[in-house]
């Protein structure tokens, strides 16, 4: 009898270790315990309340189509002359520059550095994403110029009088935004930044 109720369990045993070896790498896959790139989906899916990605929903659409994208603010004081990091660049949305003393300047980080910093700030060609450096000093007189570093190529429209750019240099007034944005050629490894002043 006992030798029968052995039998039974090592049945059971083996049972559950062979369906537990066919649905478990299923299973893991589907909510990425073994895919360290996360699910793979092949079909179009609809998320009709909506979607949202990111601690903070940093990317969101509504389920009414709204599409809403940002990330943090960095505020930064200065007595003048400021360099950007690359974390400064990746993790905010906006940069709120508040000058002390003059000259103002802002320094973008170079392109190796963010390179280096993330392997998903616009790694391919035709990427992009766009940033906002607000000028927060309150004196409109009080200009702050943005520079590009190595790798970075600042373009500003032939119409803006505030933009140098032969040097790379755009400059904003007291209260203003330049709308940054970084894509990436095809032919270079090169990031350019098409910058954008509103006072």
């Given amino acids: ?91 905010n949305g906006t940069i709120a520059y508040t000058c002390a003393v003059t000259p103002c300047v802002v320094t973008l980080p170079t392109q190796a550095a963010l390179a280096a910093a993330s392997q998903y700030f616009i790694p391919n060609a035709g990427d992009r994403t766009t940033r906002y450096i607000v000028n927060a000093t309150t004196t409109e007189a009080t200009k702050t110029s943005v520079i590009g570093a190595v790798g970075m190529i600042l373009q500003v429209a032939s119409t803006t009088n505030t933009a140098n750019p032969t040097s790379g240099v755009s400059s904003m007034v007291g209260g203003g935004t330049l709308r940054l944005t970084f894509g990436r050629s095809a032919t270079s490894s090169d990031i350019y930044v098409t910058v954008e002043a509103f006072k």
């Fill in 1 to 91: 009898m006992t030798s029968l109720k052995n039998v039974w369990i090592a049945m059971v045993v083996v049972t559950i270790i062979a369906v537990g070896g066919y649905f478990y790498p299923r299973l893991a896959s589907v909510f990425g315990g073994l895919n360290t790139t996360g699910p793979q989906h092949y079909q179009a899916e609809s998320f009709l309340q909506g979607l949202a990605a990111g601690v903070r929903n940093q990317f969101s659409v509504s389920n009414t189509g709204i599409l809403s994208s940002g990330g943090s603010v960095l505020a930064t004081t200065s007595q003048g002359t400021v360099i950007l990091t690359a974390d400064n660049v990746i993790s």
